[in-house]
């Protein structure tokens, strides 16, 4: 049997009243053979203080009722001789700190990162070269693509240029 402890206080550190309710979730057998009911089980909160209880381990279910309102849990008891509740009960809530926070969400930021980077290599053709070009926008490739320099520009040819002045000697 095990039995839940721990106090109670609200966000300004001030005791609370009230009950943890504690059933089981669907008809099951005890740690020693018998079989638990769905029947609640009702443990008062007095002054922040849980009152004594034993309890069967296995699959249940816990509301914690006070001043603040109420919240449910469906949690696994061990079969330990105590636990705190919110041992119990801190892998269904979530609370994530400030710095938490930032770093999850630059692991989101970066993981959104990598899948646009993947996304667009998986778009791209590699030339021979080790260039790329992108398939959505084809462009003709030049006659030079098998070489990272475009080919040297030939030299204009000059037959086609107008003969310079004649030369003359004349002076004035």
């Keep these: 049997m095990t039995r839940i402890t ?3 206080v609200d966000i300004a550190d001030r005791t609370a009243d009230g009950i943890l309710t504690v059933s089981a979730p669907a008809l099951r057998h005890s740690s020693d053979g018998k079989v638990i009911d769905r029947i609640r089980v009702d443990i008062d909160i007095s002054a922040g203080v849980i009152a004594a209880n034993t309890l069967d381990p296995g699959p249940a279910k816990l509301v ?3 001043g ?3 919240q449910e849990f469906d949690v696994n008891i061990p079969d330990v001789p105590e636990i705190d509740l919110y041992e ?3 892998d269904y809530v979530r609370y994530t700190p400030p710095v938490v926070g ?5 692991l ?4 959104a990162a990598a899948k646009r980077a993947e996304a ?3 778009s791209a053709n590699l030339l021979p070269d080790g260039g790329t070009t992108v398939r959505s926008s084809p462009s003709p490739v030049p006659a030079w693509h098998g070489s990272i320099h475009p080919p040297a520009a030939e030299a204009p040819a000059t037959d086609h240029l107008p003969s310079p002045p004649p030369h003359t000697d004349r002076q004035r």
């Design 64 to 66: 914690l009722e006070t």
């Design 108 to 111: 989101a930021d970066a993981l």
């Design 6 to 8: 721990g106090t109670v």
């Design 88 to 90: 119990l009960v801190s």
């Design 68 to 70: 603040g309102g109420w």
């Design 102 to 106: 930032a770093a999850q969400k630059a």
């Design 120 to 122: 667009a290599a998986a």
